[in-house]
């Protein structure tokens, strides 16, 4: 069976041309002020929930995010973690009261495994010409 990973994140670059994930999306809004008082609390909450019921990769693995080490690498989630999905849609609705676009993305090979845990797995993705699958023919 090939595994599906699921990645939220921003449907436009930031100033340093990333794409931020849902989470970060969801706390930049908290850092700006932008969020009412009823939206600031629920976040609030559901983020000390969520660092109850799962693992911080950097927490395991402090170099799991290392842009030296493991450059560009991003947090997946794996799709039968249907609990962790329905989390990630409260996020994203919250996103949308506030109109800040994001967008979803599949893949079955995210790159290179940096870090993998019940729920997730952080990976590196590839990188022309480094990991281009095919020969030059030369």
């Not at 909450?45 to 927490?59: G, M, V």
């Not at 506030?98 to 590196?124: C, K, N």
């Amino acid at each position: 069976m090939v595994q599906e990973f699921i990645r939220f994140r921003s449907a436009v670059p930031n100033r340093r041309g990333r794409y931020p994930g849902v989470f970060a999306l969801a706390n930049g809004l908290v850092e700006y002020h932008m969020l009412s008082d009823k939206d600031s609390a629920w976040l609030r909450e559901t983020n000390a929930q969520a660092d109850i019921a799962y693992t911080d990769p950097s927490a395991v693995q402090p170099d799991c995010y290392s842009r030296d080490l493991n450059p560009g690498a991003r947090s997946w989630f794996k799709r039968e973690q249907r609990q962790l999905l329905a989390l990630s849609m409260q996020y994203l609705r919250l996103l949308d009261r506030y109109g800040i676009p994001w967008t979803e993305l599949r893949t079955t090979s995210p790159g290179r495994i940096v870090y993998e845990d019940e729920f997730q797995v952080v990976a590196v993705p590839a990188a022309y010409p480094t990991h281009w699958p095919f020969s030059t023919g030369q």
